[in-house]
């Protein structure tokens, strides 16, 4: 954890410099000197001219020009198109397509195929005796793709097999065939296969780092090896995988490949021997993943043998480390690409190339225009010159191994001091490709390296400059841009959003930070954007026209960037500066409501038309919304935290279309239909696909194209809140953008392209997270993530943030923003997030992220998914009838079963109860518990799907909630899982079971708004996109928005034949009635969590020490939650003695409690008010002191104390 935190630590707070050994040189090569001045031309220094600024460039339509093409590769093409046969033994091909995408060389994606996007797939074209079959004309392939990636699938539908992408290269032949169910690429037609005389598989494995005493072989007896050619060795144990040396016919043909023999089973004895399975995988000691390491399997490697060709008896394959390949010729590793990025830079002086050998000569060829050809076996042509590289034979700084620990071994090389300086100064803005000669001089290998090693070294010092964007000072403006790889960078001034430039400058260059910096006088108002001269991988040197990444406020759809000061009163609301915002005293105080800005007012005829969805809405305080915010603040609400609001890409600003819906059956596709139309053109989003990251949305400003209004409103918003006694909170989400590349809505990548963003092994854009992944590892991106939170949680008085994915970020870097932003702020700002473990930085493979488990001690908060899960059933990906299935803790598991025939035990309902109570003792990691079997087990040892269920050190990092945006409303679920007779009542009643269950739980409480009003999207499990319509929230409580149609069929359409009918059932609808009741209990339930701090201890040994649970072991009522909360002593606590009861039974029940006997238990003040919401609690809880006996109504929630 140290080590992986100190590089990032270094980076960030002290800008550290990298040194190295290595030598080399290019005395040859022409190259042009510049003076060695702190700010320079880099076109200038590249040799080319330096033009007039020109106005016409700033109004370009095209906002990427490209000024010099790179050359195309000549990838040689089939004379015809590729016949590709699928086979299903069902015969039923209805509806089957196959998505297809061009990949390059080195496999990576680079285009669609035309008319191919999914999820509609490409008609096959015909059907033969085979089954049906595609023909892909590979004359409309981009010059430089090698092959394509194919699934097979039906529209909007997982591939057969699922989840698997393969490919077929040109070169390999013009024809394939598939079979359902099948992974395996068949060259020749399996059906037609004559006899093969096999006896023995004969095995090579290359390994570019010749390290295969760490790897070794599973067999096992059932995979048609010839065990008894195998005798002494040890099949079928996982742990003791077989050692190459040991298998017939070893030998190790060089240091980077074996070969040895598996003995088979003879196919031409059995017709049914096909294949031959087995698996390559790590030794118990093997330092990356023990003997859990497939090399880059994730299924058996299959060997079939329509695939192969035995000569006396024994056929040959290969396999190639990290590569999920069966090769049935020997293949030819050599791969030579302009356009990808498979080595690295670790620093400004040393290079990793991974599964690259030390043999030849190594050099990196530069040019200015990108004009580069690199073929196998030929010359580099169109260079500028080389810089000669050295295999290094030193040891990488532990920085830079730490940081880039996930590179796969390989040679690495090293820069020489003036070469690596020139770099910086200029021939880092060039195209530069790394080429691995022969002794003739012939290319071997080419490819790119990967920048943000280099750049993070060579301009380090830019992590201290304060002020990137524009700052004002007086009416001149001040421009800073980093663009560290820009040849020439201009600035072009606008009067207006939308009308012709007035002026352009051009920047000027510091080579000690990568910053372009301008000045221009008389510009507050105006507008702005850069014209960005910068060679782009794969496509040449371009000019881009691109707005500013520090942008604090934009011109309709984002075009341009706005010139302001944040700090002119002009800006501010009357009483901005001195208004006060309420103040938690710790973050277990938080009890957050989460909301959208639009559906907060769009539905509400309180608020005038024009500010309907708008944030001038929250002004109105008087309106149905804010008179409801404000009843939650006055039961104990302290935080709404609202989805994204800076700029968003996904919203029309103007012009947006508001869908006619017609009217329709509860459960009507017609509805669904209308809104499906215009969904990308209407005027909703969530808006997690980030533009800006510190400018305000402007869709929700009452005009977009006045770059002031959304600054000046969204500020309105914030005081309107905190004067409702709210304090405010953002959804961030710094860790994906709505684009990458040369798109139009790019940003951060038509700058500096290849930096700001995670990268996979061929430089490909990473996008686990949906969307295109940033790289909040690398220094500028850490830096404008910390910028942009410091912005908002000053200029703002933003109190709280929620991030987006969090785990796909250091917890260096959160940690950092952390102390930053508390320090700018001058208060502690909470940070919460999303700690999912996923994606290429799981477990920690890049580094130690922002995860749920690792955390600990960061003061941080991670959603808990533990008692989420249970308290609702199943989880957040069940579909079909697991929906119907799962019931949870609230909604009649076991207890209350359905009918759906799912078979759950009282085991079940009582492992449901032990990991709720995990989530109601704040997941503290040694907190113990006696569980349903009678053991006494910390948290961190009970196991929630392979991991601990407790697993914080502090209640403050943790955050529990029951519902969000995401998946289904927790009343949509319940449709699903409540028996379908339960009465709209007790529909109300689970509802609030889950809220009070979350209430009462040890940590930060969170809740989705309309929680409270039995929201629901009309069974919606994604509503991102989904409308006006099916996000509806009703301040008026007279509906709740179910039975409006069935959901959009895109995310739901599989689950419409469950859907439908409880949408079209009358009794699952809740009145007015039963809405109103529950807005009222959910109040009551925010007064009692607000009323003792021991609801809301503030450390591990605050809980450990007074929270003590009731009604455990094998023999509790399992229906029933019991927590004793110790409050004698403890600051804020209001009573000596607090006991809860959560009855989730539909039956009242009754338990003894020794311990509880002859107290002065009364009821919490709150079910004692004449306005309580539950009068079951008041009415028909009871408890006899003499016997230690508690009666406790059905489905409700009660709390004693002792004064």
Sequence with gaps: MRASRLWIGSLLLAALLSGCGGGGGDASEAFSAVADTAATDRAEALGAS???????????????????????????????????????????????????WQVNSANAYIADYPNVS????????????????????????????????????????????????????????????LKSGQATVFRTNPDALATLDLNALRVHYLRSDGDYAHWGLHLWDTSRIDASRLAGLTLNVWDSPIAFAAMPNYRAASANEVLFDLPVLNPKDDISRSAVEFIVHGTPDNPNGGSGNKDGWNDNIRVDYANVTAVNGVAEVWLVQGTPTVFYRAPDLRQVSTTDARAYWLTDRLIQWPKANSGGTFRLYHSAQGQIVAKTDAAVSGADGAIELQVFAGTVPADAATRFKYVAAGVVLSVSRRDAERLARSLIASQLVLVQENADGLVQNATTAQLPGALDTMFAAAVREDDLGVALHGESGRFKLWAPTAQRVQLCVYDSGAGASTGVETMRFDRDTGIWSGQRPRLDGKYYRYAVEVFVRGTGLVRNLVTDPYSISLTTDSKRSYVADLDDRRLQPAGWERHAAPRIPAQTDMSIYELHVRDFSVNDPSVPLADRGKYRAFTWANSNGMRHLRGLAQAGLTDVHLLPVFDIASVPETGCVTPAIPAGAANGEAQQAAVEAVKDADCFNWGYDPYHYTAPEGSFASDAADGAKRILEFRQMVMALHRAGLRVGMDVVYNHTSASGQNDKSVLDRIVPGYYHRLDGSGNVERSTCCENTATENLMMGKLMIDSVKTWATQYRIDSFRFDLMAHQPRAVMELLKKTVDNAAGRPVQLIGEGWNFGEVANGARFVQASQLSLN?????????????????????????????????????????????????????????????????????????????????????????????????SPAEVVNYVENHDNQTLFDINAYKLPTATSKDDRARAQMLGAAINAFSQGVAYFHAGIDTLRSKSMDRNSYNSGDWFNRLDWSYADNNFGVGLPLRGDNGDNWSIIGPLLANADIKPSGNEIGWTRDAFRDLLAIRGSSTLFRLRTADDVKARLSFRNTGSGQVPTVLAGHLDGNGYPGSRFHEVLYFVNVDKVAQTLTIDSEKGKAYRLHPVHLAPGAADRRAANDASYDGASGRFVIPPRTAVVYVVN
């Excluded at 490409?122 to 194919?150: E, H, K, N």
């Excluded at 609702?872 to 119907?884: E, H, K, N």
């Excluded at 518990?929 to 948290?939: F, G, P, S, V």
């Design 50 to 100: 330096r033009p007039s600024p020109r106005l016409d460039i700033c109004d370009a339509d095209n906002v990427s020009i490209v000024l010099a093409a790179v050359p195309k590769a000549d990838t040689p093409a089939p004379a015809g198109p590729v016949k590709v046969h699928y086979q299903r033994a069902d015969g039923n091909y209805a509806d089957f397509g196959l998505h297809v």
């Design 118 to 177: 999914w999820p509609a797939p490409l008609a096959p074209a015909g059907t033969d005796a085979y089954g049906i079959y595609w023909l892909i004309d590979a004359s409309v392939f981009r010059a430089d793709a090698a092959g394509f990636g194919f699934i097979v699938h039906k529209p909007s539908a997982d591939g057969d097999p699922p989840g698997l992408d393969r490919l077929w290269k040109f070169t390999d032949g013009g024809e394939l065939w």
């Design 857 to 953: 001690g960061s003061g941080i908060a991670t959603f808990s998914d533990r008692a989420r899960d249970f308290v609702r059933g199943g989880g957040p990906f069940d579909g079909g009838q697991s929906l119907v299935r799962n019931q949870g803790y609230i909604n009649g598991l076991f207890y209350d079963d359905n009918g759906s025939g799912a078979g759950k035990s009282k085991t079940d309902l009582m492992w449901a109860a032990d990991i709720i109570k995990v989530g109601m003792a704040g997941s503290i990691r040694d907190y113990t518990l006696t569980t349903h079997w009678d053991a006494a087990l910390q948290l961190q040892q009970l196991d929630y799907n392979g991991q601990p269920a407790g697993y914080v050190t």
